[in-house]
């Protein structure tokens, strides 16, 4: 049976390491730093500070503490370098680019076209969504398209434009001024941050709304008292024979 051959052009060599760790760093000299530099200090029995040392000597100092000297910054002069342990390196790493991506906002941008010759009552129609789109925090790209020769009505786009960049000033405020591009004028206008103003104000309410109800547990509270009191209290007293 032949056997298999496998050709050179299919050799894919192995990636690189993201990271060099140990003896994989080679230079001679690295900046040693870190947050528990003093837990070193105490393990190996002398003052380690955030310095340059030569590389063979943190590898021991790595190598004694049971963990791993890790670069971090390899093409700062000398390359910067960490004693920690490399798995618990990479998981603080990946936690926090975790972290970094979900705190990123998502830019959302709404297009709105409009006409040269746009009606009132269009313009109004537009207007609206582009409100409702500012109000949700997305940003709007209002644009003029020109056909054949509605190009000769560049002014008129223009004043579209400006007048629905004057309609939502209190929504939003333009990136720049309309801009014409081939046969498309466009602006983009980004919200304004109301979203808080929304939050304390809807956080007032509530605070309203508890005080409100806790007023009236306390006057359901006391009604039930009143109500709770022995009726024949006072009847009892007079009742009871004299001397």
Known sequence: MAQRRFHRRNFKPPAAPAFRINGLIRVPKIRLVGDNLEEISEVIGQQIMSDIYPTHVAQDWAREMNLDLVEISPKADPPVCRIIDFKKFLYIRKKKEKEMKDNQVKTVVKEIRLGPNISEHDFNFKLRHAKEFLESGAKVRAYVHFRGRTIVFKDRGELVLLRMLKELTEFGSPEELPRLEGRRMSVIISPKKIQKKKADKQKGNNKK????????????????????APKDAGKDSGDQPKE
């Open 209 to 228: 709304n508890k005080e409100k109800a806790d007023a009236k547990a306390k006057n359901v509270d006391a009604k039930e008292t009143v109500n709770d």
